[in-house]
């Protein structure tokens, strides 16, 4: 396995996973436990959401291909790829209608610059 792709897919597998758990932690069964003062409730209902136990995995398995990842390279060439998951999450967010401002978007340029200058050196 090539280490660049499996950082990449690292990067890929957790923003995935942050939408999945987004997305259970906005369904309507959470929502509802999360209306109620029941802590055992909510944790029930939160740790049996599909999305939740689907991010959780993608999760897992991200870091599993992480630590293939850092057998192979230093910290500091790898983990700046994560900022790429800014990147990514800013371009999901908005094609599933999340509001993305200028401001934000100027962000995620200036993280992927600086992506950029680490992995050149």
């Known amino acids: 396995m ?7 897919g690292c990067v890929l597998l957790s923003v995935t996973a942050q939408f999945l758990i987004k997305a ?9 436990a ?4 029941a802590a055992l409730h909510v944790a029930g209902t939160v740790m049996l959401n ?7 995995a993608l999760y897992t398995l991200g870091a599993v ?4 990842v850092l057998a192979r390279w230093d910290v500091s ?20 209608g999340e509001q993305v401002t200028p401001l934000r978007t100027l962000g995620v340029v ?6 950029f200058v680490i992995s050149a050196s």
Request: net charge positive.
């Open 65 to 68: 291909v992480w630590l293939w």
């Open 50 to 56: 599909p999305a939740i136990i689907g991010g959780f």
């Open 34 to 37: 999360l209306a109620k003062p």
């Open 24 to 32: 259970g932690m906005s369904s309507v069964a959470v929502k509802a």
């Open 110 to 115: 200036l993280i992927c610059a600086g992506v």
């Open 77 to 96: 060439k790898a983990y700046p790829l994560e900022g790429l998951g800014f990147a990514l999450a800013l371009l999901v967010g908005f094609l599933i």
């Open 2 to 8: 090539n280490t660049t792709f499996a950082a990449i």
